[in-house]
T-cell receptor
Framework: DSGVTQTPKHLITATGQRVTLRCSPRSGDLSVYWYQQSLDQGLQFLIQYYNGEERAKGNILERFSAQQFPDLHSELNLSSLELGDSALYFC????????????FGSGTRLTVV | SQQGEEDPQALSIQEGENATMNCSYKTSINNLQWYRQNSGRGLVHLILIRSNEREKHSGRLRVTLDTSKKSSSLLITASRAADTASYFCATSGSARQLTFGSGTQLTVLP
């Protein structure tokens, strides 16, 4: 157990639907990062939050959004889902704004059918 | 887009042999990290080397960094079947997030 908790572990949904992925960071970590891992794109950074505020944005689609709550857990919302959104979605956390150590959760496997 | 490439994409060795993986990156970095991922599972942090370091050891792992060539290598000595996994390098630079390479799939045969 890395200390970063992601739920659910698996999610199967239909095209056009909306899902929410949840991440609880390791105790004491203020930064939360979301990554997408797919066969064709590899591991892609999506977005970072630090202490409730968005701090960096990567290759995140407009159909995707995220937020970090006062208790520091984070949610990644994926809407108007397409088949190509099927991927592993990882959350990572770190103490500071720039790591340096990052702890990853075990991921949520999203399958869009 | 990914920061760099890893070489080889796949590596198959016998138990007890050493495994070497290489990583190249494109931009200046603050540090470079190596992660392991067992099939479909989460990423496990292995080792971090800072830009002013040239070599670092951790157990059976040895990492080198050559900032002039923008490259790093990961050596796993005396490999075991349990080392079978994908290995990724990730760089941290002016951007706060990690940027990952494409990974090397290591298979250690018993």
């Amino acid at each position: 157990d890395s200390g970063v908790t992601q739920t659910p572990k698996h999610l199967i949904t239909a095209t056009g639907q909306r899902v929410t992925l949840r991440c609880s960071p390791r105790s004491g970590d203020l930064s939360v990062y979301w990554y997408q891992q797919s066969l064709d794109q590899g591991l892609q950074f999506l977005i970072q939050y630090y202490n409730g505020e968005e701090r960096a944005k990567g290759n995140i689609l407009e159909r995707f959004s995220a937020q970090q709550f006062p208790d520091l857990h984070s949610e990644l919302n994926l809407s108007s889902l397409e088949l190509g959104d099927s991927a592993l979605y990882f959350c990572a956390s770190s103490v500071g704004l720039e790591g340096p150590g990052y702890t990853f959760g075990s991921g949520t496997r999203l399958t869009v059918v | 887009s990914q920061q760099g490439e890893e070489d080889p994409q796949a590596l198959s060795i016998q138990e007890g042999e050493n495994a070497t993986m290489n990583c190249s990156y494109k931009t200046s970095i603050n540090n470079l990290q190596w992660y392991r991922q067992n099939s479909g599972r989460g990423l496990v942090h292995l080792i971090l080397i800072r830009s002013n370091e040239r070599e670092k050891h951790s157990g059976r792992l040895r990492v080198t960094l050559d900032t002039s060539k923008k490259s790093s290598s990961l050596l796993i000595t005396a490999s075991r079947a349990a080392d079978t996994a994908s290995y990724f390098c990730a760089t941290s630079g002016s951007a706060r997030q990690l940027t990952f390479g494409s990974g090397t799939q290591l298979t250690v045969l018993p």
